[in-house]
Protein backbone atom coordinates (compact mmCIF):
# COMPACT_ATOMS: atom_id res chain seq x y z
CA UNK A 1 0.00 0.00 0.00
CA UNK A 2 1.28 3.57 -0.82
CA UNK A 3 -0.77 5.45 1.70
CA UNK A 4 -0.99 4.15 5.76
CA UNK A 5 -2.62 7.04 7.57
CA UNK A 6 -5.67 6.67 8.19
CA UNK A 7 -6.51 10.47 6.23
CA UNK A 8 -4.75 9.35 2.95
CA UNK A 9 -6.60 6.09 3.27
CA UNK A 10 -10.04 8.50 3.92
CA UNK A 11 -9.24 10.39 1.11
CA UNK A 12 -8.26 6.89 -1.17
CA UNK A 13 -11.79 5.36 0.04
CA UNK A 14 -13.56 9.00 -0.68
CA UNK A 15 -12.44 9.25 -4.33
CA UNK A 16 -13.87 5.40 -4.92
CA UNK A 17 -17.28 6.79 -3.65
CA UNK A 18 -17.01 9.56 -5.96
CA UNK A 19 -16.30 7.69 -9.00
CA UNK A 20 -19.06 5.15 -7.67
CA UNK A 21 -21.84 7.85 -7.53
CA UNK A 22 -20.71 9.26 -11.16
CA UNK A 23 -20.73 6.20 -12.51
CA UNK A 24 -24.78 5.43 -11.00
CA UNK A 25 -25.52 8.57 -11.85
CA UNK A 26 -25.10 7.31 -16.03
CA UNK A 27 -25.99 4.25 -15.12
CA UNK A 28 -29.56 5.43 -14.04
CA UNK A 29 -29.74 7.83 -17.01
CA UNK A 30 -28.76 4.97 -19.73
CA UNK A 31 -32.46 3.33 -18.58
CA UNK A 32 -34.95 5.57 -17.35
CA UNK A 33 -35.80 6.70 -20.76
CA UNK A 34 -37.23 3.32 -22.14
CA UNK A 35 -39.78 3.80 -19.66
CA UNK A 36 -40.83 7.49 -19.98
CA UNK A 37 -41.68 6.93 -23.95
CA UNK A 38 -45.13 6.43 -23.78
CA UNK A 39 -45.83 9.51 -21.61
CA UNK A 40 -43.00 11.04 -24.40
CA UNK A 41 -44.93 10.93 -26.97
CA UNK A 42 -48.24 11.33 -25.44
CA UNK A 43 -47.03 14.83 -24.51
CA UNK A 44 -44.81 15.70 -27.45
CA UNK A 45 -45.92 13.39 -30.20
CA UNK A 46 -42.77 13.14 -32.20
CA UNK A 47 -42.94 11.54 -35.70
CA UNK A 48 -40.88 7.86 -35.26
CA UNK A 49 -38.09 9.28 -36.85
CA UNK A 50 -37.73 11.44 -34.21
CA UNK A 51 -38.35 9.25 -31.59
CA UNK A 52 -35.79 6.50 -33.08
CA UNK A 53 -33.14 9.83 -32.57
CA UNK A 54 -34.50 10.95 -29.26
CA UNK A 55 -33.85 6.99 -27.89
CA UNK A 56 -30.61 6.69 -29.73
CA UNK A 57 -28.32 9.62 -30.10
CA UNK A 58 -27.33 9.21 -26.80
CA UNK A 59 -25.52 6.28 -27.33
CA UNK A 60 -23.97 7.28 -30.73
CA UNK A 61 -22.38 10.28 -28.93
CA UNK A 62 -21.29 8.38 -26.28
CA UNK A 63 -20.12 5.59 -27.93
CA UNK A 64 -18.50 7.48 -30.44
CA UNK A 65 -16.27 10.28 -27.74
CA UNK A 66 -15.43 7.92 -24.88
CA UNK A 67 -12.16 7.03 -27.35
CA UNK A 68 -10.98 10.53 -27.40
CA UNK A 69 -12.57 11.91 -24.18
CA UNK A 70 -10.44 8.63 -22.61
CA UNK A 71 -7.23 10.22 -24.33
CA UNK A 72 -7.88 14.23 -22.85
CA UNK A 73 -8.60 13.09 -19.62
CA UNK A 74 -5.09 11.54 -19.70
CA UNK A 75 -4.00 14.14 -21.04
CA UNK A 76 -5.65 17.32 -19.01
CA UNK A 77 -5.94 15.92 -15.79
CA UNK A 78 -9.25 13.15 -15.25
CA UNK A 79 -10.47 15.39 -12.41
CA UNK A 80 -10.68 18.49 -14.14
CA UNK A 81 -12.63 16.32 -17.19
CA UNK A 82 -14.88 14.24 -14.69
CA UNK A 83 -15.51 17.65 -12.95
CA UNK A 84 -16.55 19.91 -16.38
CA UNK A 85 -18.17 16.71 -17.53
CA UNK A 86 -20.43 16.60 -14.78
CA UNK A 87 -20.98 20.43 -14.75
CA UNK A 88 -22.18 19.50 -18.17
CA UNK A 89 -24.04 16.63 -17.66
CA UNK A 90 -26.43 18.45 -14.96
CA UNK A 91 -26.95 21.39 -17.23
CA UNK A 92 -27.91 19.07 -20.64
CA UNK A 93 -30.33 16.96 -18.09
CA UNK A 94 -31.52 20.38 -17.26
CA UNK A 95 -32.48 20.63 -21.01
CA UNK A 96 -33.86 17.70 -21.60
CA UNK A 97 -36.41 17.60 -18.79
CA UNK A 98 -38.20 21.09 -20.01
CA UNK A 99 -37.10 20.59 -23.88
CA UNK A 100 -40.86 21.95 -25.77
CA UNK A 101 -40.15 20.28 -28.85
CA UNK A 102 -38.98 16.92 -30.76
CA UNK A 103 -35.85 18.77 -32.44
CA UNK A 104 -34.66 19.96 -29.03
CA UNK A 105 -34.94 17.38 -27.13
CA UNK A 106 -32.30 15.90 -29.35
CA UNK A 107 -29.69 18.18 -29.07
CA UNK A 108 -30.13 18.14 -25.49
CA UNK A 109 -30.11 14.56 -25.70
CA UNK A 110 -26.73 14.50 -27.85
CA UNK A 111 -25.33 16.99 -25.13
CA UNK A 112 -25.88 14.36 -22.46
CA UNK A 113 -24.14 11.95 -24.61
CA UNK A 114 -21.04 14.04 -24.57
CA UNK A 115 -21.15 15.02 -21.17
CA UNK A 116 -21.38 11.01 -20.26
CA UNK A 117 -18.38 10.29 -22.69
CA UNK A 118 -16.50 12.73 -20.25
CA UNK A 119 -17.29 10.75 -17.07
CA UNK A 120 -17.53 7.22 -18.31
CA UNK A 121 -13.34 6.75 -18.76
CA UNK A 122 -12.55 9.47 -16.18
CA UNK A 123 -14.20 7.08 -12.76
CA UNK A 124 -12.52 4.03 -13.81
CA UNK A 125 -9.45 5.58 -14.71
CA UNK A 126 -8.82 7.48 -11.71
CA UNK A 127 -9.82 4.60 -9.57
CA UNK A 128 -6.99 3.22 -11.48
CA UNK A 129 -4.46 5.95 -10.15
CA UNK A 130 -5.37 6.36 -6.78
CA UNK A 131 -5.59 2.39 -6.24
CA UNK A 132 -1.91 1.53 -6.72
CA UNK A 133 -2.08 -2.28 -4.38
CA UNK A 134 -3.19 -4.45 -6.48
CA UNK A 135 -5.49 -6.42 -4.16
CA UNK A 136 -6.73 -2.69 -3.16
CA UNK A 137 -7.84 -1.84 -6.57
CA UNK A 138 -9.31 -5.26 -7.65
CA UNK A 139 -11.48 -4.70 -4.66
CA UNK A 140 -12.07 -0.75 -5.95
CA UNK A 141 -12.91 -2.10 -9.26
CA UNK A 142 -14.96 -4.57 -8.01
CA UNK A 143 -17.05 -2.11 -6.00
CA UNK A 144 -17.07 0.19 -8.81
CA UNK A 145 -18.93 -2.42 -10.93
CA UNK A 146 -21.27 -3.63 -8.58
CA UNK A 147 -22.76 0.30 -8.37
CA UNK A 148 -22.65 0.30 -11.79
CA UNK A 149 -24.49 -3.04 -12.21
CA UNK A 150 -27.02 -1.77 -9.32
CA UNK A 151 -27.69 1.40 -10.94
CA UNK A 152 -28.88 -0.57 -14.55
CA UNK A 153 -31.32 -1.89 -11.99
CA UNK A 154 -32.68 0.64 -9.63
CA UNK A 155 -33.19 3.21 -13.12
CA UNK A 156 -36.23 1.72 -13.99
CA UNK A 157 -37.29 1.09 -10.38
CA UNK A 158 -36.84 5.34 -9.82
CA UNK A 159 -38.08 6.04 -13.57
CA UNK A 160 -41.22 4.18 -12.24
CA UNK A 161 -42.01 6.18 -9.14
CA UNK A 162 -41.36 9.06 -10.80
CA UNK A 163 -43.82 8.74 -13.67
CA UNK A 164 -46.63 7.63 -11.47
CA UNK A 165 -46.55 10.87 -10.13
CA UNK A 166 -45.00 13.29 -12.37
CA UNK A 167 -44.24 14.46 -16.65
CA UNK A 168 -41.47 12.50 -18.30
CA UNK A 169 -39.11 14.88 -17.73
CA UNK A 170 -38.74 14.37 -14.28
CA UNK A 171 -36.45 11.84 -15.08
CA UNK A 172 -34.08 13.33 -15.87
CA UNK A 173 -34.37 16.51 -14.08
CA UNK A 174 -33.35 14.20 -10.77
CA UNK A 175 -29.78 14.28 -12.52
CA UNK A 176 -29.34 18.12 -11.38
CA UNK A 177 -28.96 17.59 -7.41
CA UNK A 178 -26.92 14.44 -7.93
CA UNK A 179 -24.45 16.48 -10.37
CA UNK A 180 -24.60 19.78 -7.88
CA UNK A 181 -23.44 17.06 -4.77
CA UNK A 182 -20.66 15.26 -6.62
CA UNK A 183 -19.30 18.70 -8.23
CA UNK A 184 -19.56 20.40 -4.63
CA UNK A 185 -17.39 16.88 -3.19
CA UNK A 186 -15.53 16.00 -5.81
CA UNK A 187 -13.63 19.18 -6.01
CA UNK A 188 -12.22 18.64 -2.45
CA UNK A 189 -11.87 14.74 -1.95
CA UNK A 190 -10.74 14.05 -5.65
CA UNK A 191 -7.17 13.81 -6.56
CA UNK A 192 -5.67 14.93 -9.95
CA UNK A 193 -3.60 12.29 -12.21
CA UNK A 194 -2.25 13.21 -15.65
CA UNK A 195 -0.17 11.70 -17.76
CA UNK A 196 3.02 13.60 -17.22
CA UNK A 197 4.28 12.88 -21.07
CA UNK A 198 1.52 12.50 -23.23
CA UNK A 199 2.68 13.52 -26.21
CA UNK A 200 0.48 15.53 -28.84
CA UNK A 201 -3.41 14.17 -29.70
CA UNK A 202 -3.41 13.52 -33.46
CA UNK A 203 -6.26 15.52 -34.82
CA UNK A 204 -6.73 12.65 -37.91
CA UNK A 205 -6.94 10.12 -35.34
CA UNK A 206 -9.79 11.62 -33.59
CA UNK A 207 -12.51 12.21 -36.62
CA UNK A 208 -11.24 8.86 -37.86
CA UNK A 209 -12.05 6.86 -34.54
CA UNK A 210 -15.59 8.98 -33.82
CA UNK A 211 -16.81 7.88 -36.91
CA UNK A 212 -15.79 4.87 -37.13
CA UNK A 213 -17.33 3.36 -33.73
CA UNK A 214 -20.52 5.73 -34.49
CA UNK A 215 -21.22 4.11 -38.00
CA UNK A 216 -20.85 0.56 -36.81
CA UNK A 217 -23.12 1.16 -33.91
CA UNK A 218 -25.54 3.50 -36.53
CA UNK A 219 -25.52 -0.15 -38.60
CA UNK A 220 -26.53 -2.43 -36.12
CA UNK A 221 -29.54 0.24 -34.64
CA UNK A 222 -30.86 0.56 -38.00
CA UNK A 223 -30.38 -3.62 -38.63
CA UNK A 224 -32.01 -4.05 -35.29
CA UNK A 225 -35.23 -1.57 -36.32
CA UNK A 226 -35.19 -1.81 -40.05
CA UNK A 227 -33.81 -5.35 -41.09
CA UNK A 228 -30.63 -6.40 -42.86
CA UNK A 229 -31.86 -5.61 -46.67
CA UNK A 230 -31.72 -1.83 -45.25
CA UNK A 231 -29.10 -0.23 -47.24
CA UNK A 232 -27.83 1.84 -44.83
CA UNK A 233 -27.37 -1.04 -42.62
CA UNK A 234 -24.48 -1.69 -45.56
CA UNK A 235 -23.49 1.90 -45.74
CA UNK A 236 -22.54 2.33 -42.41
CA UNK A 237 -21.14 -0.89 -42.15
CA UNK A 238 -18.73 0.14 -45.01
CA UNK A 239 -17.84 3.36 -43.92
CA UNK A 240 -17.07 1.63 -40.49
CA UNK A 241 -14.93 -1.08 -41.71
CA UNK A 242 -13.01 1.60 -43.83
CA UNK A 243 -12.04 4.55 -41.06
CA UNK A 244 -11.53 1.71 -38.89
CA UNK A 245 -8.96 -0.28 -40.70
CA UNK A 246 -7.11 3.61 -41.54
CA UNK A 247 -7.41 4.33 -37.88
CA UNK A 248 -6.17 1.00 -36.85
CA UNK A 249 -3.02 1.35 -39.70
CA UNK A 250 -2.62 5.02 -38.68
CA UNK A 251 -2.52 4.03 -35.04
CA UNK A 252 0.52 1.27 -35.71
CA UNK A 253 2.92 4.40 -37.22
CA UNK A 254 2.26 6.89 -34.91
CA UNK A 255 4.67 7.49 -32.20
CA UNK A 256 1.75 8.75 -29.90
CA UNK A 257 -1.39 6.94 -31.12
CA UNK A 258 -4.42 7.12 -29.83
CA UNK A 259 -4.73 3.63 -29.03
CA UNK A 260 -1.79 1.65 -28.33
CA UNK A 261 -3.78 -1.16 -30.54
CA UNK A 262 -0.34 -3.56 -29.72
CA UNK A 263 -2.36 -3.83 -26.27
CA UNK A 264 -4.81 -6.39 -27.99
CA UNK A 265 -1.90 -9.09 -28.75
CA UNK A 266 -1.78 -8.70 -24.94
CA UNK A 267 -4.35 -12.08 -23.93
CA UNK A 268 -5.43 -10.88 -20.82
CA UNK A 269 -6.49 -7.46 -22.81
CA UNK A 270 -8.31 -8.91 -25.75
CA UNK A 271 -9.60 -11.36 -23.96
CA UNK A 272 -11.13 -9.00 -20.58
CA UNK A 273 -12.50 -6.55 -23.62
CA UNK A 274 -13.92 -9.73 -25.75
CA UNK A 275 -15.73 -10.78 -22.64
CA UNK A 276 -17.46 -7.09 -21.60
CA UNK A 277 -18.91 -7.41 -25.10
CA UNK A 278 -19.94 -11.05 -24.42
CA UNK A 279 -21.90 -10.29 -21.44
CA UNK A 280 -23.55 -6.99 -22.11
CA UNK A 281 -24.72 -8.45 -25.93
CA UNK A 282 -26.64 -10.85 -23.77
CA UNK A 283 -27.66 -8.61 -21.28
CA UNK A 284 -29.19 -5.33 -22.77
CA UNK A 285 -31.68 -8.45 -25.10
CA UNK A 286 -32.64 -9.67 -22.16
CA UNK A 287 -33.52 -6.09 -20.76
CA UNK A 288 -35.57 -5.13 -24.02
CA UNK A 289 -37.30 -8.67 -24.33
CA UNK A 290 -38.52 -8.57 -20.16
CA UNK A 291 -39.80 -4.58 -20.54
CA UNK A 292 -42.43 -5.52 -23.00
CA UNK A 293 -42.61 -9.39 -21.03
CA UNK A 294 -43.62 -7.42 -17.70
CA UNK A 295 -45.68 -5.22 -18.84
CA UNK A 296 -47.22 -6.38 -22.21
CA UNK A 297 -47.73 -10.06 -20.90
CA UNK A 298 -47.94 -9.76 -17.46
CA UNK A 299 -49.57 -6.01 -17.36
CA UNK A 300 -47.53 -4.95 -14.86
CA UNK A 301 -46.89 -0.99 -14.41
CA UNK A 302 -43.28 0.51 -15.26
CA UNK A 303 -42.96 0.78 -11.15
CA UNK A 304 -43.88 -2.99 -10.45
CA UNK A 305 -42.12 -3.88 -13.91
CA UNK A 306 -38.90 -1.63 -12.47
CA UNK A 307 -38.92 -3.77 -8.83
CA UNK A 308 -39.49 -7.29 -10.40
CA UNK A 309 -36.36 -6.46 -12.35
CA UNK A 310 -34.26 -5.14 -9.40
CA UNK A 311 -33.18 -8.35 -8.34
CA UNK A 312 -30.87 -9.36 -10.81
CA UNK A 313 -29.00 -5.92 -10.27
CA UNK A 314 -28.73 -6.69 -6.58
CA UNK A 315 -26.96 -10.01 -7.67
CA UNK A 316 -24.91 -8.26 -10.10
CA UNK A 317 -23.98 -6.10 -7.48
CA UNK A 318 -22.85 -8.62 -4.83
CA UNK A 319 -20.65 -11.12 -7.26
CA UNK A 320 -18.59 -7.56 -8.12
CA UNK A 321 -18.07 -7.04 -4.27
CA UNK A 322 -17.16 -10.74 -4.10
CA UNK A 323 -15.03 -11.03 -7.23
CA UNK A 324 -11.58 -10.24 -5.86
CA UNK A 325 -12.08 -12.83 -3.09
CA UNK A 326 -12.71 -15.27 -5.54
CA UNK A 327 -9.67 -14.26 -7.83
CA UNK A 328 -7.60 -15.03 -4.75
CA UNK A 329 -9.07 -18.80 -4.68
CA UNK A 330 -9.21 -19.86 -8.33
CA UNK A 331 -7.84 -17.20 -10.30
CA UNK A 332 -9.16 -14.18 -13.04
CA UNK A 333 -9.34 -16.96 -15.86
CA UNK A 334 -11.56 -18.96 -14.10
CA UNK A 335 -13.17 -16.52 -12.51
CA UNK A 336 -14.50 -14.99 -15.67
CA UNK A 337 -15.24 -18.12 -17.20
CA UNK A 338 -17.41 -18.94 -13.97
CA UNK A 339 -18.73 -15.83 -14.63
CA UNK A 340 -20.23 -16.26 -18.12
CA UNK A 341 -21.30 -19.88 -17.58
CA UNK A 342 -23.71 -18.77 -14.83
CA UNK A 343 -25.26 -16.16 -17.20
CA UNK A 344 -25.75 -18.65 -19.66
CA UNK A 345 -27.47 -21.13 -17.14
CA UNK A 346 -29.13 -17.79 -16.12
CA UNK A 347 -30.24 -17.53 -19.86
CA UNK A 348 -31.40 -21.21 -20.02
CA UNK A 349 -33.88 -20.38 -17.42
CA UNK A 350 -34.88 -17.54 -18.98
CA UNK A 351 -35.90 -19.74 -21.84
CA UNK A 352 -38.56 -21.61 -19.58
CA UNK A 353 -40.39 -18.29 -18.54
CA UNK A 354 -43.46 -19.21 -19.75
CA UNK A 355 -47.09 -16.94 -19.92
CA UNK A 356 -48.07 -17.95 -16.43
CA UNK A 357 -44.15 -18.55 -14.77
CA UNK A 358 -44.18 -17.82 -11.14
CA UNK A 359 -42.48 -15.20 -9.99
CA UNK A 360 -40.40 -17.16 -7.94
CA UNK A 361 -38.74 -18.67 -10.78
CA UNK A 362 -37.98 -15.56 -12.39
CA UNK A 363 -35.99 -14.57 -9.15
CA UNK A 364 -34.00 -17.77 -9.78
CA UNK A 365 -33.61 -17.01 -13.10
CA UNK A 366 -32.07 -13.30 -12.19
CA UNK A 367 -30.24 -13.75 -9.13
CA UNK A 368 -27.80 -17.07 -11.17
CA UNK A 369 -27.80 -14.70 -14.63
CA UNK A 370 -26.79 -11.64 -12.40
CA UNK A 371 -24.32 -12.94 -10.44
CA UNK A 372 -22.43 -14.28 -13.16
CA UNK A 373 -22.41 -10.88 -15.12
CA UNK A 374 -21.76 -9.40 -11.78
CA UNK A 375 -18.25 -11.47 -11.41
CA UNK A 376 -17.07 -11.09 -15.35
CA UNK A 377 -17.35 -6.97 -15.40
CA UNK A 378 -15.68 -6.69 -11.76
CA UNK A 379 -12.77 -8.90 -13.11
CA UNK A 380 -12.82 -7.79 -16.36
CA UNK A 381 -12.56 -4.34 -15.88
CA UNK A 382 -9.53 -4.62 -13.56
CA UNK A 383 -7.94 -6.66 -16.08
CA UNK A 384 -8.17 -4.23 -18.51
CA UNK A 385 -7.30 -1.26 -16.65
CA UNK A 386 -4.12 -2.95 -15.14
CA UNK A 387 -2.58 -4.48 -18.11
CA UNK A 388 -1.72 -1.01 -19.26
CA UNK A 389 0.37 1.94 -17.40
CA UNK A 390 -1.17 4.33 -15.48
CA UNK A 391 -0.32 6.88 -17.74
CA UNK A 392 -2.78 5.38 -20.52
CA UNK A 393 -5.78 4.49 -17.74
CA UNK A 394 -8.24 7.05 -19.41
CA UNK A 395 -7.49 5.91 -22.77
CA UNK A 396 -7.81 1.92 -21.61
CA UNK A 397 -10.54 2.58 -19.67
CA UNK A 398 -12.89 4.05 -22.83
CA UNK A 399 -11.60 0.85 -24.81
CA UNK A 400 -13.53 -1.64 -21.91
CA UNK A 401 -16.67 1.53 -22.03
CA UNK A 402 -16.79 1.69 -25.96
CA UNK A 403 -16.47 -2.36 -26.04
CA UNK A 404 -19.68 -2.10 -23.61
CA UNK A 405 -21.58 -0.14 -25.99
CA UNK A 406 -20.48 -1.88 -29.48
CA UNK A 407 -21.86 -4.75 -27.19
CA UNK A 408 -25.07 -3.75 -26.20
CA UNK A 409 -25.94 -2.68 -29.81
CA UNK A 410 -24.53 -5.65 -31.03
CA UNK A 411 -26.91 -7.77 -28.62
CA UNK A 412 -30.41 -5.41 -29.16
CA UNK A 413 -29.71 -5.60 -33.62
CA UNK A 414 -28.85 -9.43 -33.02
CA UNK A 415 -31.01 -11.01 -30.69
CA UNK A 416 -33.45 -8.48 -30.84
CA UNK A 417 -33.57 -8.92 -34.41
CA UNK A 418 -34.45 -12.60 -33.75
CA UNK A 419 -37.03 -12.38 -31.42
CA UNK A 420 -38.75 -10.08 -33.84
CA UNK A 421 -38.29 -11.93 -37.02
CA UNK A 422 -39.61 -15.22 -34.56
CA UNK A 423 -42.52 -13.18 -33.43
CA UNK A 424 -43.29 -11.59 -37.02
CA UNK A 425 -43.09 -14.94 -38.92
CA UNK A 426 -44.52 -17.13 -36.38
CA UNK A 427 -47.74 -15.21 -35.22
CA UNK A 428 -51.12 -16.63 -36.60
CA UNK A 429 -53.45 -13.71 -36.67
CA UNK A 430 -57.25 -14.50 -35.87
CA UNK A 431 -59.96 -14.65 -38.58
CA UNK A 432 -61.54 -11.40 -39.17
CA UNK A 433 -59.11 -9.04 -38.19
CA UNK A 434 -58.80 -6.53 -41.00
CA UNK A 435 -55.67 -6.69 -42.72
CA UNK A 436 -54.12 -3.10 -41.88
CA UNK A 437 -54.29 -4.15 -38.40
CA UNK A 438 -53.21 -7.55 -38.62
CA UNK A 439 -49.72 -6.14 -40.18
CA UNK A 440 -49.51 -3.62 -37.12
CA UNK A 441 -50.01 -6.91 -34.73
CA UNK A 442 -47.63 -8.56 -36.74
CA UNK A 443 -44.81 -6.10 -36.22
CA UNK A 444 -44.49 -6.10 -32.41
CA UNK A 445 -46.26 -7.37 -29.53
CA UNK A 446 -47.11 -3.55 -28.93
CA UNK A 447 -48.88 -3.09 -31.50
CA UNK A 448 -50.63 -6.45 -31.07
CA UNK A 449 -52.02 -4.61 -27.65
CA UNK A 450 -52.84 -1.52 -29.40
CA UNK A 451 -54.94 -3.19 -32.21
CA UNK A 452 -56.47 -5.89 -29.58
CA UNK A 453 -57.73 -2.45 -27.46
CA UNK A 454 -59.41 -1.66 -30.25
CA UNK A 455 -61.39 -4.57 -31.18
CA UNK A 456 -64.64 -6.39 -30.13
CA UNK A 457 -63.98 -8.31 -26.91
CA UNK A 458 -63.73 -11.64 -28.36
CA UNK A 459 -62.12 -10.87 -31.36
CA UNK A 460 -59.34 -8.80 -29.28
CA UNK A 461 -59.16 -11.46 -26.94
CA UNK A 462 -58.52 -13.96 -29.38
CA UNK A 463 -55.71 -11.51 -31.11
CA UNK A 464 -53.94 -10.60 -27.32
CA UNK A 465 -53.50 -14.23 -26.56
CA UNK A 466 -51.85 -15.35 -29.89
CA UNK A 467 -49.62 -12.58 -29.63
CA UNK A 468 -48.64 -13.06 -25.79
CA UNK A 469 -48.20 -16.80 -26.47
CA UNK A 470 -45.94 -16.14 -29.48
CA UNK A 471 -43.98 -13.41 -28.02
CA UNK A 472 -42.91 -15.83 -24.98
CA UNK A 473 -42.54 -18.80 -27.49
CA UNK A 474 -40.12 -16.12 -29.59
CA UNK A 475 -38.32 -15.13 -26.30
CA UNK A 476 -37.56 -18.58 -24.91
CA UNK A 477 -35.99 -19.78 -28.30
CA UNK A 478 -34.10 -16.29 -28.45
CA UNK A 479 -33.00 -16.64 -24.45
CA UNK A 480 -31.75 -20.24 -25.54
CA UNK A 481 -29.83 -18.90 -28.76
CA UNK A 482 -27.72 -16.47 -25.90
CA UNK A 483 -27.15 -19.17 -23.59
CA UNK A 484 -25.83 -21.43 -26.26
CA UNK A 485 -23.79 -18.27 -27.03
CA UNK A 486 -22.59 -17.38 -23.47
CA UNK A 487 -21.65 -21.51 -23.10
CA UNK A 488 -18.92 -20.63 -26.13
CA UNK A 489 -17.46 -17.54 -25.07
CA UNK A 490 -16.91 -18.78 -21.70
CA UNK A 491 -14.61 -21.12 -22.81
CA UNK A 492 -12.59 -18.86 -25.59
CA UNK A 493 -12.18 -16.40 -22.50
CA UNK A 494 -11.15 -18.98 -20.29
CA UNK A 495 -8.16 -19.88 -23.01
CA UNK A 496 -7.59 -16.12 -23.77
CA UNK A 497 -7.01 -15.30 -19.56
CA UNK A 498 -4.75 -18.26 -19.24
CA UNK A 499 -1.64 -17.58 -17.29
CA UNK A 500 -3.22 -13.90 -16.40
CA UNK A 501 -1.82 -13.62 -12.60
CA UNK A 502 -4.09 -13.18 -9.85
CA UNK A 503 -2.28 -9.91 -8.86
CA UNK A 504 -1.59 -8.09 -12.14
CA UNK A 505 2.15 -6.51 -11.26
CA UNK A 506 2.54 -2.51 -12.46
CA UNK A 507 2.88 -2.38 -16.04
CA UNK A 508 5.28 0.19 -17.56
CA UNK A 509 6.36 2.36 -20.47
CA UNK A 510 9.54 2.06 -23.16
CA UNK A 511 11.16 5.13 -23.65
CA UNK A 512 9.27 5.29 -27.06
CA UNK A 513 5.64 5.84 -25.20
CA UNK A 514 4.88 1.89 -25.47
CA UNK A 515 4.44 -0.73 -23.16
CA UNK A 516 7.36 -2.25 -22.09
CA UNK A 517 6.10 -5.78 -20.79
CA UNK A 518 2.48 -6.44 -21.35
CA UNK A 519 0.88 -8.96 -18.88
CA UNK A 520 0.11 -12.22 -20.77
Known sequence: MTSTTPAAAGKKWG????????????????????????????????????????????GFA?????????????????????LIGTVAFGAASALTAYAPTPELLIAARALLGVAGATIMPSTLSIIRNVFTDPKERTAAVGIWSSVSALGFAIGPVVGGALLDHFWWGSVFLINVPITVVLVAVGAVVLPE??????????????????????????????????GIAEPAVWISTAISLMTMIVFVR???????????????????????????????????SISVAFAQYFQLVRGWSPLISGLAGL??????????????TLIMAIGRAKTVALGLFLTSVGFFFYGLIDVDTSYGFMLLSMIVAGSGMGFTFAVTNDTIIASVPRERAGAASAISETATEVGGALGIAVLGSVLGGLYTG???????????????????????????????????????????????????????????????????CLWALRGTPKEIPEVILDDTGRVEEPVG
Not at 311 to 324: C, I, M, N, R
Request: overall charge neutral; some cysteine.
Open 193 to 226: SRNPNPGRLDVVSVPLSIVGVISFVYAFKVAAHD
Open 426 to 492: NLTVPAGIPAEAADVASESLGGAVHVASQLPSPLGTQLLDAAQRTFVDSMQTTLVIGAVSMIVLAGA
Open 250 to 284: RQTRLAEPLIDVRLFRVRAFSGAVGANVAVIFGTL
Open 62 to 82: LAGLLITFGNIGDRIGRKKLL
Open 15 to 58: TLVISCLAMLLLALDLTVLHLATPKLVEDMTPSATQLLWILDVY
Open 311 to 324: PGGVGAAVAGGLAG
